[in-house]
């Protein structure tokens, strides 16, 4: 039987490239914001590449310099994504849906988190159906307006949820090396990554990953092995 000490009870997944499959529209809609001010979209593609994870109004700062020019590049990427996303452009990765399901079954609070905003997190969930699938979704607003790398979302959803007395007890899951740095900075005793999406394995690794699975489909698996240890 499972000591209730090392129980993880608070799962917390990201969307896209983790449970999500968007189809590159990440890249799509960034090609629609950098037009939007009169920008090459190819000048930042590799930047968008490679920090895929984090919070987008973090990205367009960096990209973009000053704040205004960031928001208006931020509202342009959310507004193409969600058309995108209307448009039948996402689906649930395979075995995603089931994993979560099966997480909640065993008694687990399951937290979705994402690097849009809210809205475009709105759309995404319902376009999959998914608004009543988990007991909180959460994207930076809701965690005091930083993302990943930060481990605002993760201590937000502990904090909301109540689900566990401490962090070691949160289990996380993500595609990106900012998933793994949000999570080890959370204190979280499982931090996985999954690859299904953007990042590698080595990479996944270097950002301090406990695990690497194929797909987030092996999660519920792997907390049953870490738990009967």
Same mark, same amino acid.
């Given at each position: 039987?499972? #000591?209730? #000490?090392?129980?993880? #009870?608070?799962?917390?997944?990201?969307?896209?490239?983790?449970?999500?499959?968007?189809?590159? +529209?990440?890249?799509? $809609?960034?090609?629609?914001?950098?037009?939007?001010?009169? *920008?090459?979209? *190819?000048?930042?593609?590799?930047?968008?590449?490679?920090?895929?994870? %984090?919070?987008?109004?973090?990205?367009?700062?960096?990209?973009?310099?000053?704040? /205004?020019?960031?928001?208006?590049? #931020? @509202?342009?990427?959310? *507004?193409?994504? =969600? %058309? !995108?996303?209307?448009?039948?452009?996402?689906?649930?990765?395979?075995?995603?849906?089931?994993?979560?399901?099966? !997480?909640?079954?065993?008694?687990?609070?399951?937290?979705?988190? @994402?690097?849009?905003?809210?809205?475009?997190?709105?759309?995404?969930?319902?376009?999959? =159906?998914?608004?009543?699938?988990? %007991?909180?979704?959460?994207?930076?607003?809701?965690?005091?307006?930083?993302?990943?790398?930060?481990?605002?979302?993760?201590?937000?959803? !502990?904090?909301?949820? =109540?689900?566990?007395?401490?962090?070691?007890?949160?289990?996380?899951?993500?595609?990106? /090396?900012?998933?793994?740095? /949000?999570?080890?900075? $959370?204190?979280?005793?499982?931090?996985?990554?999954?690859? @299904?999406?953007?990042?590698?394995?080595?990479?996944?690794?270097?950002? =301090?990953?406990?695990?690497? +699975?194929? /797909?987030?489909?092996?999660?519920?698996?792997? +907390?049953?092995?870490?738990?009967?240890?």
């Amino acid at each position: 039987m499972s #000591n209730t #000490n090392t129980t993880y #009870n608070l799962v917390v997944l990201d969307m896209a490239g983790t449970t999500v499959a968007d189809g590159g +529209l990440v890249e799509q $809609a960034f090609a629609a914001a950098a037009r939007s001010l009169g *920008e090459d979209p *190819e000048t930042g593609v590799d930047y968008v590449r490679a920090t895929m994870g %984090e919070s987008k109004i973090s990205v367009f700062r960096h990209l973009f310099g000053d704040e /205004s020019r960031a928001r208006q590049a #931020n @509202t342009a990427f959310e *507004e193409a994504y =969600g %058309e !995108l996303v209307a448009g039948g452009r996402v689906s649930a990765l395979p075995g995603a849906r089931e994993a979560i399901e099966r !997480l909640r079954a065993e008694g687990r609070t399951v937290v979705l988190t @994402t690097g849009f905003a809210r809205v475009t997190q709105d759309a995404i969930l319902g376009a999959l =159906g998914w608004r009543d699938l988990v %007991e909180l979704t959460l994207c930076p607003a809701d965690a005091g307006g930083r993302g990943r790398p930060y481990p605002d979302m993760v201590l937000a959803a !502990l904090l909301r949820t =109540g689900a566990v007395d401490s962090v070691r007890r949160i289990a996380l899951a993500g595609d990106t /090396s900012y998933d793994m740095l /949000s999570g080890v900075r $959370a204190g979280a005793g499982v931090v996985a990554g999954v690859l @299904t999406g953007a990042h590698g394995k080595d990479a996944l690794y270097e950002a =301090g990953a406990t695990h690497v +699975l194929g /797909s987030v489909a092996e999660l519920p698996d792997v +907390l049953a092995r870490a738990e009967a240890s």
